[in-house]
């Protein structure tokens, strides 16, 4: 099978407003249209002022992360979104292309190398895509869930051996 479609768990998710600052829980805040990863954790700009965290499965530890970003002086607001979207991993040598089939961002690797985290359209789903370097964490909300997924086999048929 050339392209690998993985369902996570409910990861926590929490979306953070920030008046200044150059970290969240020491992770480097990203540069816009990017994500860092750091300390179990990932932190994607979503606008001038708005990150979202992306931590690990929902557990008891969520709401710690949450309490702890809190704390920090810089968070103007912090807001669990953890059940608002789904997480999609999709791998594999034509990952590229089945997103290709609705996506217009260009995901070649001169033009959006691993880091790469932009919101954007896919089949006419608002999604967050995230490029890594071993391929594509996709976030779409929960309630486009289901189209999404028939979609993402539809597009898939034509790689699967």
């Known amino acids: 099978m050339t392209v690998d479609a993985v369902e996570e768990p409910f990861r926590t998710q929490l979306t953070v407003r920030l008046r200044d600052g150059h970290a ?12 860092t990863s750091g300390n179990d954790i990932d932190i994607l700009w979503m606008g001038p002022d708005e990150y979202l965290l992306l931590g690990p499965a929902l557990s008891r530890e969520s709401a710690d992360l949450e309490a702890a970003l809190s704390r920090e ?25 089945v997103l290709a089939h609705g996506c217009s961002i260009d995901l070649d690797p001169s033009v959006s190398p691993p880091g790469t985290c932009v ?8 999604i967050v895509l995230m490029v890594r370097e071993e391929g594509f964490t996709i976030l779409v909300r929960q309630s486009f869930a289901d189209y999404f997924k028939a979609w993402l086999a539809d597009a898939s048929l034509e790689y699967v051996s």
Not at 25 to 35: E, H, Q, Y
């Open 24 to 35: 969240l829980l020491g992770v480097d805040l990203p540069a816009p249209c990017t994500f």
């Open 73 to 97: 002086s810089a968070a103007l607001a912090v807001v669990d979104v953890s059940c608002q979207r789904v997480t999609v991993q999709l791998r594999g040598e034509h990952a590229a292309d």
């Open 119 to 126: 919101q954007t359209l896919l089949a006419r789903t608002g």
